[in-house]
């Protein structure tokens, strides 16, 4: 768990997509990355893992709830980035990008787009189960550190859809301890947790279909 208090003035909450074609176009794109950018910024990496990667996860009430905890949308932007894992291999960084109230200064273009990039993240949130992690960054601004400001990185990967293109549930056969079928038919995918900010604390919680 981690506390959504004064010091922390950006949540950001980055998705890793394999393929460009899941980032929707009003989503502003940045020019691809260099090498030399992968090294920068991985030299300048040096946020706190804060929460340990937890697959299966869902967001269907995280966005609400870091809204009612005083952050609000300021910018959202992809940039196809190497991937260090699989060599001459790329992804699709998609990353939103939340102020606390008091610093939110969005620009005027941004704002009229708002609600409607608003709406795609909760797409990404609503449509399917990722792999979470959760780092504590110091806060820069100009290239310059700010004393006693931190920036929240919520880092999504392993995108498992729960819809399949024609809108209807993903499902699968539920098994018993030896692997084998049980029930008279597959049922829709479930996440095993939820990502969760109620009363301004950032945690993993399991889910319950109750």
């Not at 269907?60 to 959202?76: M, P, R, T």
């Not at 102020?99 to 941004?110: D, I, L, M």
Request: proline fraction near 6%; charge should be positive; aromatic fraction near 8%.
């Amino acid at each position: 768990m981690v506390a959504l208090n004064s010091a922390v003035r950006l949540v950001c909450l980055q998705f890793s997509f394999s393929s460009g074609k899941l980032v929707p176009d009003i989503i502003k794109g940045l020019p691809r990355e260099t090498l030399e950018e992968r090294v920068k910024r991985k030299k300048r990496n040096s946020g706190r893992l804060v929460i340990e990667p937890v697959a299966k996860v869902h967001l269907i009430q995280f966005l609400s709830e870091l809204e009612e905890a005083g952050y609000q949308l300021v910018d959202a932007f992809c940039k196809e980035r190497i991937d260090g894992k699989r060599r001459g291999q790329t992804y699709n960084m998609v990353r939103f990008v939340f102020a606390r109230n008091e610093f939110a200064t969005p620009s005027e273009a941004f704002r009229e787009r708002r609600a409607a990039i608003r709406q795609e993240l909760v797409t990404f949130c609503q449509s399917a189960m990722w792999r979470v992690r959760v780092f504590d960054n110091p806060m820069y601004l100009d290239g310059e550190e700010v004393p006693d400001q931190r920036a929240y990185s919520i880092n999504l990967e392993a995108r498992m859809p729960l819809l399949r293109a024609d809108g209807e549930p993903v499902k699968e056969w539920q098994k018993d301890a030896q692997g084998h079928k049980v029930g008279l038919e597959p049922l829709p995918i479930q996440p095993d947790y939820l990502l969760r900010a109620p009363h301004a604390v950032i945690q993993v919680e399991e889910f319950s279909a109750v």
